[in-house]
């Protein structure tokens, strides 16, 4: 699973705050409160039919004008009953900034600010509708959202966040795997050196076998930690130009090292006699030179400093 990444998720919510809270609101206002007072069971069928429809829908309960849970609390189907540690009916809320919010406020709907769900410790949007009952009494009905899936629902990213895990499993594969040979590239140049230190033969021909070894095995250990931290280990926002900028520049990074080094090779080769590859290394010259006059052009065009 991908670490969740908070400070994401808060910038999503600010740049779509209206918008967040006019669903919410929408959401919590279309529900009849006093037949969910009323009916555990029927509280139950209504959270699972918000699920259907809005999967980012946590939990529904009500509360008495003092702050006090009047019914249990119905969870989706995504919310198992050990996550729910805190008991439901009779619970004191009053404390709750969605309960004082929801009170203080003139409107009939209130929708809070993130916060840490005591129940899922996940971020979570709270909205809250405020209603007479048949006892003229005050009373609130309560809806938690999981932020995360609530900004994966309007982004429409659920279908690739079920395939995600997919992805970042052959991804980790492959960095490994590069990885895997890096260390075998490490470990070649390692007992190279030890026979060059021993036996003193052929030292500047294996000084020279040396050098590629421990720069080829470095570039294709760039590479796999890029692909590993790019796409395994933190969060993408494929809707932001600024993390495909990201990623985008550490991979023509390697690539321009990678090229480098072959270019390298080329002319150490052709330094030991093979004079052949001296035309082949430096084209491949020329070629790292233009894909990093490429990337810098990139990195230039597409920085948000204007």
Known sequence: MTPRNYLYLLKKYDEYQAQIERLLESIVTSLSPNKLETSNDHLKEVVKRLHDS?????????LDEKGIQTTESAASPTVPDPKRREPGLGSDRSNRVYYSKARDNAATATVTQPYLSSATHQLAISAVQRFIDGNNATRYLVINFNLEKLITF?????????????????????????????????????????????EHTNTATQAFHLVILVTLGLAIFD???????????????????GSTRRTISRFMSAIVIAVSIESLLLMFKSLLGDATHLNSAVLMLFAAVALLVGLGAYLKLTSEKK
Do not use: W
Request: proline share 3%.
């Open 54 to 62: 809005y999967p980012f829908v946590e939990l529904i309960y009500c």
């Open 154 to 198: 309007l982004n429409g990213d659920s279908l690739r966040r079920a395939v995600h895990p997919l992805f970042q499993l052959v991804y980790g594969i492959i960095g490994g795997m590069l990885v895997l040979v890096a260390g075998l590239l490490l470990y070649s140049a390692g007992s190279s050196l030890f026979e060059v230190v021993h």
């Open 223 to 241: 590479l796999g930690k890029t692909i590993l931290e790019e796409e395994v280990l933190l969060h993408k926002d494929i809707h932001h130009t």
